[in-house]
C-alpha cells in the first residue's frame, strides 16, 4: 500500500475507481426526434426488425457513436454536420437506444389500437 493513504481511504477511493459517472437525461429535442424516428419505423411496417436490429446493437451504442464522430467528413456530405454531432451526443448515452426502442413499442401499439378501433366502427 503506498505511503500516506490509510487502509480505509484506500478502500473508498479503490470504490469510486470505477464508477461510472450519472448520464444526462434526453433533451426534449432528442426526444421529439427520436419519437419522429419512431413513427416513421412503425408507419413502413419495420417494427419488429428495427426492435431486433436495436438490441443486438445496444452493447456498441458508444462505440457507434464513436464511428459517427470518426465519419463525420464523410458523413457531413449527405447530412449536417450538425446532424452528425446530435447522433453521435444521442449514441453516447446508454438508455437512449432503449428509449428508442420503447417509444417504436408504444407508436406499434398506438396504431393497432387505432386500426382495432377503426374496424369495430365499420
Known amino acids: 500500500m503506498p505511503r500516506g493513504i490509510s487502509g480505509k481511504g484506500f478502500r473508498q477511493a479503490l470504490k469510486r475507481a470505477f464508477a461510472v459517472p450519472a448520464e444526462e437525461p434526453l433533451t426534449e429535442q432528442q426526444r421529439q426526434w427520436m419519437d419522429k424516428l419512431a413513427r416513421k419505423v412503425v408507419a413502413r411496417g419495420l417494427t419488429v426488425p428495427a426492435i431486433l436490429l436495436l438490441e443486438s446493437i445496444q452493447p456498441l451504442g458508444f462505440v457507434g457513436s464513436q464511428a459517427v464522430v470518426f465519419f463525420k ?15 453521435a451526443r444521442l449514441l453516447e448515452k446508454r438508455s437512449a437506444l432503449r428509449d428508442l426502442m420503447q417509444m417504436i413499442e408504444r407508436c406499434d401499439a398506438e396504431a393497432r389500437a387505432a386500426e382495432t378501433s377503426k374496424g369495430a366502427d365499420q
Do not use: K, M
Open 73 to 87: 467528413p464523410i458523413i457531413s456530405l449527405v447530412f449536417r454536420p450538425e446532424f452528425c454531432d446530435e447522433v
